[in-house]
């Protein structure tokens, strides 16, 4: 069964994180392993979040992922350039937040997607805590 491609929230931001496809990435079927695309959902939310927060938010606080699901439409071969990644966030759900995440080929062509589910924790007792409200403009379209 087809998967719909993922669409972002027309509140949301898109943010946009380029992403190199490196030797290593290859797998021997010739294409980005599976295990790569996992990876850069997470640096994607990650580099998300920091780009919108500054050091002293990024001490208190920090993200757990506790779930990712990936949908695989294309590969992506070894010579593939100007790949990105576009993410966005859903709905705060107490602690949680699933993030989006579509992966392009330099054509804007959706290679994969990815849902991951991410925790809100108090850095230093690594314990969930509800998303607050003043932290959700940070995502909001700009």
């Not at 943010?15 to 010739?30: K, T, Y």
């Not at 295990?35 to 990024?58: K, M, P, S």
């Not at 809100?120 to 969930?128: G, K, N, Q, T």
Request: glycine letters at 4%; proline letters at 8%; a negative charge.
């Amino acid at each position: 069964m087809a998967r719909p491609v993922l669409e972002p929230r027309e509140d949301r931001e898109v943010f946009v994180v380029p992403l190199d496809v490196r030797p290593d990435h290859i797998d021997a079927n010739g294409h980005v392993n599976n295990v790569v695309y996992v990876g850069w959902l997470q640096d994607a939310g990650t580099a998300h979040w920091n780009a919108r927060f500054d050091e002293e938010t990024r001490t208190k606080w920090s993200w757990v992922a506790v779930r990712h699901e990936v949908d695989y439409f294309r590969p992506l071969p070894p010579d593939a350039v100007d790949v990105k990644a576009r993410t966005w966030v859903g709905e705060p759900q107490g602690p949680r937040f699933n993030r989006y995440v579509r992966i392009e080929d330099a054509e804007g062509r959706v290679c994969a997607q990815g849902v991951s589910e991410w925790v809100l924790v108090d850095a230093v007792r690594m314990r969930p805590h509800r998303i607050p409200a003043d932290m959700l403009p940070a995502f909001a379209r700009r």
